[in-house]
């Protein structure tokens, strides 16, 4: 978008750069964020951004950059001949003309590889407990507890779905009744942090501040460590529409969630993970 000079409408005062379709369909972030405001700027050109994540999450402070931006490009000199209004200065061509450019991407430039706050989900396999029957008993207590930190303190943050998985896979057991489920519901850790997952209770682990955590978690290959939608935390879903929201800038819900369920192991969004992807969008934007 370029801004005409209110005093020499034959020129322009800046120009701002803005996301959209074409910026997402850029191969590797340097593409994205460094090749095209290089090229306009070493042409003349005084560039702006507007990021839609920017005026998603504070739109007046975006708003007010943006003003200022263009009011101080207005009183200091214009920029060089590149930047004047010239409806011939793009003459027809063809196209078989032009020779193909190839463009080298930096080292970790890669999209699927900038994320400094994704990881690898770290699925760990408790040692198995010599017998089902001991489960039961008063005694081993402690030890279905010590079990469930050892689970959380690794694996956290974690559903409390799959943290009883952890429990009643280590302990031998194919199926869960009652009496198996509230010896564990008895024995959670009342002292670690535990958040919400719509129906679920989310574990963190000791010294992990959920209001700060950052992170979501991939799984590793295989898929041992793939996790099913509602075992994902919404904390989880919440950063990486974050992540992908500054991949993108700017897309449809549907792609959103299209791509959020991607980092996670997923091809495709279904009715089941709407209600948890609505949850974690709704957290977002809070």
Not at 15 to 39: F, K, P, W
Not at 190 to 214: C, G, H, R, T
Request: a negative charge; proline letters at 6%; hydrophobic letters at 35%.
């Amino acid at each position: 978008m370029g801004i005409v000079h209110p005093d020499s409408p034959e020129d322009y005062a800046i120009g701002i750069e803005c996301d959209g379709a074409n910026y997402h369909r850029s191969a590797t972030a340097r593409d994205r964020d460094r090749l095209r405001q290089s090229v306009l700027e070493n042409l003349g050109w005084r560039i702006h951004r507007v990021w839609s994540t920017d005026w998603w999450h504070d739109a007046e402070t975006t708003k007010k950059n943006l003003l200022s931006a263009v009011e101080s490009a207005t009183k200091h000199p214009l920029m060089g001949s590149a930047s004047k209004i010239d409806d011939g200065a793009f003459p027809d061509f063809d196209p078989a003309e032009i020779e193909p450019c190839h463009i080298e991407t930096e080292v970790g430039a890669e999209v699927e590889n900038c994320c400094d706050f994704e990881s690898k989900y770290p699925s760990i396999i408790l040692p198995r407990c010599p017998s089902q029957e001991n489960f039961y008993e008063p005694c081993n207590r402690t030890l279905i507890r010590q079990q469930m930190i050892e689970v959380i303190n690794n694996e956290g943050p974690i559903t409390g779905e799959l943290l009883r998985k952890r429990i009643v896979k280590a302990w031998g057991f194919t199926r869960t009744g009652d009496n198996i489920l509230n010896i564990i519901r008895a024995n959670a850790p009342i002292e670690m942090a535990k958040s919400k997952n719509l129906e679920d209770m989310v574990f963190w682990p000791q010294a992990v501040n959920p209001d700060q955590y950052k992170f979501f978690r991939s799984p590793s290959y295989g898929n041992s460590s793939k996790r099913s939608i509602d075992e994902i935390p919404t904390e989880e879903l919440k950063n990486a529409m974050h992540w992908v929201l500054l991949e993108f800038h700017s897309c449809p819900q549907d792609v959103l969630y299209r791509e959020v369920v991607k980092k996670f192991g997923f091809s495709k969004v279904t009715s089941q993970m709407q209600q948890y992807l609505n949850a974690a969008l709704k957290l977002l934007q809070n």
